[in-house]
């Protein structure tokens, strides 16, 4: 089996899956159902080591195209797949946690009926394949399909209870704020086109000039609008929240591994772009820092230990923004990784206890949990403790990298120290809002409020793919460790220098230092939450600061300033319907349409049917050109 054939089957083996299940959702057994779903991602993920070993080995970027989709004159459009150390990466993360997920998931919608069991297998499969075309695309045309497939998938799955309204109103805000991001995208790729006449990567890539100008910046604003969108960056953020009213498994599919984690691919794949147009490149840098300390101050009031998770993803996206926008490509994708470990890891042992604690996700009516439910807590804490950025979890190498690197950037401006500044605020902030959701749902006592007095632990096809996760977030670290046997390489970030190049600098002693010290305060503030919410002998900060609290809880009013943008646009539209459009437009059209009628009725009277006055009115006319022929030749 050739590579060419290795990359196809790797992109259609999923697509495949859905599509078996999909026309057998009534006929196919259960068993089945749980073969063939993960099954398929499993495959999927086989084929990624296979191209993995190869660009281990060659490190020679692949352009297979499979045939020419279009052809006109010297534009054409291939189906091709790029398969280089970018695309190999991404591939690797999400078939391989994107596996874990939906093995998980045979545990977790277990007592779904069967069509619904089957129908969310088939969603899951096509949102696996979605974001493979996504991240295998060799031209921006099968990008923007995958993007878009990406965004009705995420649909699909975020209202996978259609019943719920709460459900179906999260699935259509997150359908609308990924097209918005989607406009920008298009926009962006049809400016591409209209520049350098071409819709390959490395084709457009090859004719990007090494000097800013005003069209590569505009391009890059155009690219960011869709990145942000799809990675829930402010201001396009507020859908990712209430996504959390799908199912579980989908909120990890959706925030650890795969569909947050679009944007930071996208920014890292047109690198050429944004490393020439640099305002936009600041600006990624700065939407990531000012994204990370907004989603950690509105996780502090949350109390669904689902919106913690998810406010802490969007603050970790942040960081991977950050890290693209200094231009520390590899510490930006190693924390892309290491992400999806501690992040799925988290999700999927929330899952366990909210499937635990029948379906309840409010965390103060949890507590004492650690004693009930011991290894999804050893669990839950060591991926609590990866967020935090401790040692020797992947999260203390992967954050601080970003940060440590972002601090040492040679400038002639400040811009990176003061995005260090913001970014180790917001690691101080994260370490007390994950020791507040840890103390508060797995320490102490037990609720009074609890569903569930005894709850279970999870059962082993749930709770194996979370201690592997568990397993890759205490010893992920290691990829990134300085190996000498190889001459002092770093597997993440030296197998990705090839595509996104090598950072130009180092963290530098002092980097290290404060690092360390980073760690130190995060550690702290974790273990204060055990004062403030267990021991209770300290009073909560929202007691001196009850309009902080206020205004958290609100998330900033972004909801409502949007809900009243909508109201004044709807207002707007209104009023132009009833002043330009009715009396103008429709106006102008109906007394056109009334002229016509009345002038054909004056018209009518003079068709009478009979001979006599046609020939009148004909020998009239007749009399009436030959007095104008005389009055031009004799006047």
């Known amino acids: 089996m050739t590579l060419q054939s290795v990359a196809l089957t790797l992109l259609l083996l999923p697509a495949a899956g859905a599509i078996v299940l999909a026309l057998g959702a009534l006929r196919l057994p259960r068993t089945a159902v749980k073969w063939i779903g993960p099954g398929t991602v499993w495959l999927s993920f086989v084929c990624g080591l296979i191209l993995f070993a190869d660009q281990l080995s060659h490190n020679q970027a692949h352009d297979f195209t499979y045939w020419t989709w279009i052809q006109l004159g010297s534009f054409n459009v291939p189906v091709d797949l790029l398969i280089d150390r970018l695309s190999v990466f991404m591939i690797l ?87 918005i991001g989607d406009i920008g995208l298009f926009l962006g790729v049809f400016l591409i086109f209209t520049t350098y006449h071409q819709v390959r990567f490395t084709a457009v890539f090859g004719q990007v000039p090494k000097q800013d100008s005003v069209t590569l910046e505009v391009i890059a604003l155009l690219l960011l609008v869709g990145a942000i969108a799809k ?102 994708f190693f924390h892309l990784l290491a992400h999806a470990f501690f992040k799925a890891l988290l999700f999927m042992s929330a899952g366990n206890v909210i499937h635990a604690m029948g379906d309840e996700q409010d965390m103060r009516r949890y507590g004492g949990l650690r004693r009930q439910m011991r290894l999804t807590s050893a669990a839950f804490l060591v991926g609590s403790l990866a967020l935090v950025g401790i040692f020797p979890f992947v999260g203390f190498f992967s954050k601080d990298l970003v940060l440590g690197l972002a601090f040492s950037k040679p400038s002639l401006h400040d811009f990176p120290q003061i995005m260090w500044v913001v970014g180790t605020i917001t ?95 995060s550690a702290a503030v974790f273990m204060s939450a055990y004062n403030l919410y267990v021991r209770r002998v ?68 003079v068709e009478t049917g009979y001979l006599r006055n046609y020939l009148l009115f004909f020998s009239a006319g007749a009399v009436v050109i030959l007095l104008v022929v005389v009055v031009r030749l004799f006047g």
């Open 538 to 605: 300290w009073p909560t900060w929202s007691l001196a600061l009850p309009w902080a609290q206020r205004v958290l809880e609100h998330k900033y009013y972004f909801d409502e300033l949007y809900s009243s943008l909508v109201a004044a646009l709807d207002g707007l539209s209104q009023l132009v319907f009833r002043r330009v459009d009715q009396p103008l437009l429709d106006g102008t059209v109906r007394t056109l349409g009334e002229a016509t009628k009345a002038s054909a009725g004056a018209l009518s009277e």
């Open 231 to 332: 990675s829930a960056q402010l201001p396009l953020h507020t859908w990712l929240p209430d996504a959390m009213e799908g199912p579980t498994p989908v909120s990890a599919l959706i925030h650890a591994a795969t569909m947050v984690t679009a944007g930071v691919y996208l920014v890292g794949r047109m690198h050429p772009i944004f490393d020439v147009a640099q305002y936009a490149h600041d600006g990624v840098a700065a939407i990531g820092a000012l994204s990370a300390i907004f989603a950690a101050t509105v996780a502090l009031v949350q109390t669904d230990i689902k919106r913690v998770l998810a406010y802490s993803t969007m603050s970790q996206i942040g960081y991977m923004f950050l890290g693209v926008g200094v231009g520390a490509y590899g510490a930006a």
């Open 427 to 521: 690691a101080l902030l994260t370490g007390f809002y994950t020791g507040r959701m840890w103390w508060i749902a797995f320490g102490g006592r037990p609720s009074p409020d609890r569903p569930v007095q005894h709850p279970h632990e999870a059962p082993p096809i749930m709770l194996y793919p979370v201690l592997a996760l568990a397993l890759l977030t205490l010893l992920g670290g290691l990829l990134q460790v300085e190996v000498a046997w190889h001459g002092g390489w770093k597997l993440v970030s030296d197998f990705l220098a090839p595509v996104v190049g090598v950072t130009g600098w180092s963290e530098g002693s002092i980097g290290y230092v404060i690092a360390a010290l980073t760690v130190v305060l």
């Open 93 to 179: 993360v999400v078939s391989g946690v994107g596996a874990l997920i939906t093995t998980y998931s045979v545990g977790y919608m277990a007592h779904e009926d069967d069509p619904s069991y089957a129908r969310f297998f088939v969603y899951m499969n096509v949102f696996i394949f979605s974001m493979l075309l996504l991240v295998s695309a060799g031209n921006f045309i099968f990008l923007i399909m995958g993007w878009a497939l990406v965004g009705l998938s995420s649909y699909l799955l975020i209202g996978f209870y259609y019943q719920r309204e709460a459900a179906v109103l999260a699935a259509r805000k997150a359908f609308v704020m990924n097209v």
